[in-house]
T-cell receptor
Framework: GENVEQHPSTLSVQEGDSAVIKCTYS??????FPWYKQELGKGPQLIID?????GEKKDQRIAVTLNKTAKHFSLHITETQPEDSAVYFC?????????FGAGTTVTVRA | KAGVTQTPRYLIKTRGQQVTLSCSPI?????VSWYQQTPGQGLQFLFE???????NKGNFPGRFSGRQFSNSRSEMNVSTLELGDSALYLC?????????????FGPGTRLTVL
């Protein structure tokens, strides 16, 4: 997505370690930030999201943080497992559309 | 609840032909969006429909069009196909009420243009 930068593009972690993916956005009007996980041959799956009035949200092993002042948000996956291997996309929502980052390929090594 | 369904799942066409893709949203969802996914450009927004009205359109040529029916099902059409139209076309549905912007994606239609 032209308005969303996502880093890193690839990430390899040892099973049990943490993974962190960072995104920055440019449109200050954006107020909703979802994260998607896409496995091979499937459509993107919504895994967690955060709204602009919240700084942090957690759901079991995944968490998302948002810094509206700096216009960046991050995905944290703890205690990674082999099934976490996939492509992860961040996105911002504005004007009825999602703008996506370029994606991060996460590989969890056993 | 059944998820978003898209038909067909795979399609092979030749340049110059046209194609129609179909999407059935999650029951009760009134908004349908379409995205194109390619290795080079990533996920790009095509258009969004709510109650049969197009509310936003992405930066795609006029060959790309869509519509939504009264039962919220949606179709998109691509005319005069070009090789560069080869992509995974994803449909997403959303309840789209205040505070519910979540979009849920279908498995996509893989279009190959020869």
């Amino acid at each position: 997505g032209e308005n969303v930068e996502q880093h890193p593009s690839t990430l390899s972690v040892q099973e049990g370690d943490s993974a962190v993916i960072k995104c920055t956005y440019s449109d200050s009007a954006s107020n909703y930030f979802p994260w998607y996980k896409q496995e091979l041959g499937k459509g993107p799956q919504l895994i967690i999201d955060i709204r602009s009035n919240v700084g942090e949200k957690k759901d079991q092993r995944i968490a998302v943080t948002l810094n509206k002042t700096a216009k960046h948000f991050s995905l944290h996956i703890t205690e990674t497992q082999p099934e976490d291997s996939a492509v992860y996309f961040c996105a911002e929502y504005n004007d009825y559309k999602l703008s996506f980052g370029a994606g991060t390929t996460v590989t969890v090594r056993a | 609840k059944a998820g978003v369904t898209q038909t067909p799942r795979y399609l092979i066409k030749t340049r110059g032909q046209q194609v129609t893709l179909s999407c059935s949203p999650i029951s009760g969802h009134r908004s349908v969006s379409w995205y194109q996914q390619t290795p080079g450009q990533g996920l790009q927004f095509l258009f969004e429909y709510f109650s049969e009205t197009q509310r936003n359109k992405g930066n795609f040529p006029g060959r790309f069009s869509g519509r939504q029916f009264s039962n919220s099902r949606s179709e998109m059409n691509v005319s005069t196909l070009e090789l560069g139209d080869s992509a995974l076309y994803l449909c997403a549905s959303s309840p789209r009420v205040a505070g519910a912007e979540e979009q849920f994606f279908g498995p996509g239609t893989r279009l190959t243009v020869l």
